[in-house]
Every structure is written in C-alpha cells, then in structure tokens.
C-alpha cells in the first residue's frame, strides 16, 4: 500500500461543507438524550444503572460501527456507507417519536448508534481525502471538524436540556428525525466521496483479495505498541467525556427546584462550549508546536480540571462553582481530542477510515463504560461521587500518553 496519493478528490461545491454537517448530526443523536434521560427514565421507572445503560447503548454501536464501516470504507467509496446509514437514521429517528419504552430506547439507541457512528467516519474520511497529500491540511481539518462536534455538542444537550424542562422528551427525537432528513436530502445533492479509497491496491486485483490485504495492513497497524498506548488514552478520553456529561444531567436534577429553564440550559452546554474554545486553541498551539508536543502537555493540565470537577460536585457547591470546572474541563477535552484522531489518521493515511475507526472505537468504550460506572456510583454513594469516574479516567489516560510517542512503532 501507499501512504498516499499525489492527487485529492475532485471537490465539489459542497464538498467542504458535508464533513461538517456529519459530524454535527453524531452528538446530536447521542448527546441530546442524556438531559432527558433521567426524567425519561423516572416516567419509565427504569433505575439509574438501566439509564446509564440507554445512553452507553449509544457508543457500543458505535464501537460496532466503526469495526465493519472502518475497514470497509478503505474498500468501497464513502457514498455507498453513507446513504444507507442516513435512511436508518431517518425511520428510527421517526419510530422513537412515536414509542418510547426501555426495550424500545434500547434497540432504538443502538441502531442510531451503529448508523451515526459509520456516517461520521464517512465525515472524517471525506477530510482524510480532501487533504491527501498534505499532513498540516489534514490536522487543521480535523481540528475544525472537532469545533462542529462541540458546536453539535452544545446544541444537542441545549435541546436536551429545554426538552427536559418543558418535559416533553419526545421533541429530541423530533429534532432528530427532522435533521437526518434534511441531511439526507443534501447528501443525496452532493456528488461526494464516489472515489475509490486511497488504499494501494491494484485495479485488476480481486476485491476477496483486497479484503484479506487490507485485513493484514489493519492487523499489523493494531500491533503497533505506540497504537495500543494510544487506544488506551483514547479510551480515558471516552470515559471523560460521557461520563461528565452524565454527571452533568444528575447534578441538574439535584439542583432542579433551584434553577430556572435558562439557567439548566446554559450549564448544559458549558462543557461543548468549554470545548469550542479548546478546539480553537489547538488550532492557534498547531502553529507553534507538534501535535505531539501539544497532545502530552495538555494531558498534564486535565487531570487539574476532573479532580476540580470532582471536588465541587462531592462538597456540594453552587452553580457558579459547578460551571467553572464544566468551562475548563471541556477546554482542556477540546483542545486535546483532534490531536488523538489526527495523530491516529497521519501514522496509517491509507489505512484512513480503519484508522479514524480505531479512534472511534476506543473513544466509544470509554464512553461506553463511563454513564455506566457514574450511575452505579450514583446508586452507591450518592450524587456527590459523580466525579470519581472522570479523575479515574484521567489518571488512566495520563498513564497511557507517556508512553505513546516513546514506544516503537
């Protein structure tokens, strides 16, 4: 295989324009849930640890996404995972509106899990193509993409957040459904992503045989001591992440009697806002320093920022205590989650989607387990203890970045 191609894709006018609209759409339908989750979950009588549950749903599928839509969009063209996974989205979205129930949030949560997850690694992939050839481009895309994730991020929780205080759960999965269509209409406009992977192989091999090459080329990637270092902090990057946003949710409904519907709107979003600006930041750090450089320093400063998180939910504190932290956390995570994607992509770039995948994949354990672990907290100790699982994954990702760039490849 190649590491890459002299020539991009042909670009079109939208062309620009489709990676971040997919991008945007991943948080919308994974994140908006979580504000209504636990009063969704109080109207069902579903304990916390069956709430956690619904939303960890979410990143397991896409967890699953990512192992069969990775390798295979270093296959075929985007175009051909990217359709089909809109049209699910589309009549799950619909089919949530009409019937909630906990069997029913499951297996709805799962598909839109497994569909978004593949749509956003078409996303990722159009940019790994968009800027073939061309290392510094490829970073400043994903950066940017990173900036609609949190732009995605903080309107998806706001919606969650005014859909929990108005009680009404089911405007989530109506805004959901509203959107997939839409996007699905400009997906359908754009002539986007019809060419073949950059993968090396030549044009009058077989496409079984392609399979089994790009299968050893993902094996022998995988092996890689540096990759498995990065999988684990991108794991903890994970359980940060959801686990915080959960915290976020049970720290509401503690304080709900207390704040106004603007008021729960506005902490909400804190954390994508938080990470607005952190995305921002690794543009301007990129100027001046490696990818590298920027991605251990910052894994120095966010341990501070959970156990920060940490303390003021377990003493109790005001909102404006609570925000503070939320702002900071999410910098520091914005700031920090290009890196890992971008470092990922730049070591495989014929491998671009497998290795986005590997990402994805890590990413959606730690998020996976990080609802789960904070609701049986919860249970256990109390609202006060929702903090231990992200100083918990900060440790472990800490752990793990001291040794990414020092391991052989």
Same mark, same amino acid.
């Given at each position: 295989?190649? =590491?890459? &191609?002299? $020539? ?5 006018? @939208? ?6 609209? @997919?991008? !945007? !759409?991943?948080?919308?339908? *994974? ?26 749903? $979410?990143?397991?599928?896409?967890? +699953? ?32 509106? @009409?019937? *909630? /129930? ?6 709805? =949560? #799962?598909?839109?899990?497994?569909? /978004? ?20 481009? =490829?970073? =400043?895309?994903?950066?940017? #993409? *990173?900036? !609609? ?11 969650? %957040? !005014? %859909?929990?205080?108005? &009680?009404?759960?089911? #405007? ?5 459904a509203a959107y997939a269509t839409v996007l699905l209409g400009v997906v359908v406009v754009a002539r986007l992503g019809r060419e073949r992977p950059p993968t090396g192989h030549a044009a009058d091999i077989p496409f079984p045989r392609r399979i089994a090459l790009t299968g050893s080329a993902i094996r022998a990637m995988l092996r890689e001591p540096r990759r498995q270092w990065l999988i684990l902090s991108s794991v903890g990057i994970g359980m940060i992440m959801q686990g915080s946003h959960f915290g976020v949710s049970v720290l509401l409904d503690r304080l709900a009697d207390d704040l106004s519907t603007l008021a729960r709107v506005g902490v909400s979003i804190l954390i994508p806002c938080g990470v607005f600006t952190g995305s921002f930041i690794n543009r301007m750090s990129l100027k001046r320093i490696t990818r590298e450089q ?10 501070? +920022? ?19 932290? @939320? ?22 770039? &014929?491998?671009?989607?497998? %290795?986005?995948?590997? &990402?994805?994949? /890590?990413?959606?354990?730690? *998020? ?8 049986? #907290?919860? %249970? ?26 020092? +391991?052989? /490849?």
């Amino acid at each position: 295989m190649t =590491r890459d &191609e002299d $020539h991009p894709p042909a670009r079109t006018r @939208l062309a620009g324009a489709v990676p971040p609209l @997919l991008v !945007f !759409f991943n948080p919308l339908t *994974q994140l908006a849930y979580i504000p209504i989750s636990v009063g969704l979950g109080r109207s069902l009588d579903l304990s916390a640890a069956q709430i956690g549950i619904t939303i960890g749903v $979410h990143s397991v599928a896409t967890a +699953a996404a990512g192992v069969f839509a990775g390798p295979l969009l270093d296959l075929v063209p985007v175009r051909r995972i990217l359709l089909p996974g809109m049209i699910v989205n589309v009549v799950v979205s619909i089919l949530l509106c @009409l019937y *909630q /129930s906990y069997a029913v949030l499951t297996v709805g =949560r #799962l598909l839109t899990g497994f569909a /978004s997850g593949a749509i956003a690694l078409c996303g990722q992939a159009i940019v790994a193509d968009l800027t073939r050839g061309d290392p510094k481009a =490829r970073d =400043r895309g994903y950066s940017l #993409l *990173q900036t !609609f994730v949190s732009m995605g991020a903080a309107s998806a929780l706001a919606l969650g %957040a !005014f %859909a929990a205080a108005l &009680e009404r759960p089911v #405007l989530v999965f109506a805004v959901g459904a509203a959107y997939a269509t839409v996007l699905l209409g400009v997906v359908v406009v754009a002539r986007l992503g019809r060419e073949r992977p950059p993968t090396g192989h030549a044009a009058d091999i077989p496409f079984p045989r392609r399979i089994a090459l790009t299968g050893s080329a993902i094996r022998a990637m995988l092996r890689e001591p540096r990759r498995q270092w990065l999988i684990l902090s991108s794991v903890g990057i994970g359980m940060i992440m959801q686990g915080s946003h959960f915290g976020v949710s049970v720290l509401l409904d503690r304080l709900a009697d207390d704040l106004s519907t603007l008021a729960r709107v506005g902490v909400s979003i804190l954390i994508p806002c938080g990470v607005f600006t952190g995305s921002f930041i690794n543009r301007m750090s990129l100027k001046r320093i490696t990818r590298e450089q920027l991605f251990t320093r910052i894994y120095l400063i966010i341990p501070l +920022a959970a156990t920060a998180y940490a303390a003021v939910a377990l003493a109790g504190l005001d909102v404006a205590a609570v925000a503070l932290t @939320l702002v900071l956390l999410g910098t520091c995570l914005g700031a920090l989650m290009p890196l890992s994607m971008a470092i990922s992509v730049n070591w495989n770039p &014929e491998l671009r989607a497998s %290795a986005a995948a590997t &990402e994805t994949l /890590s990413r959606s354990v730690g *998020q996976t387990t990080g609802p789960i672990a904070v609701g049986v #907290l919860v %249970a256990i100790g109390g609202v006060g203890t929702v903090g231990v699982v992200v100083v918990v994954a900060t440790v472990l990702g800490l752990a793990a970045s001291r040794n990414i760039f020092t +391991a052989r /490849s």
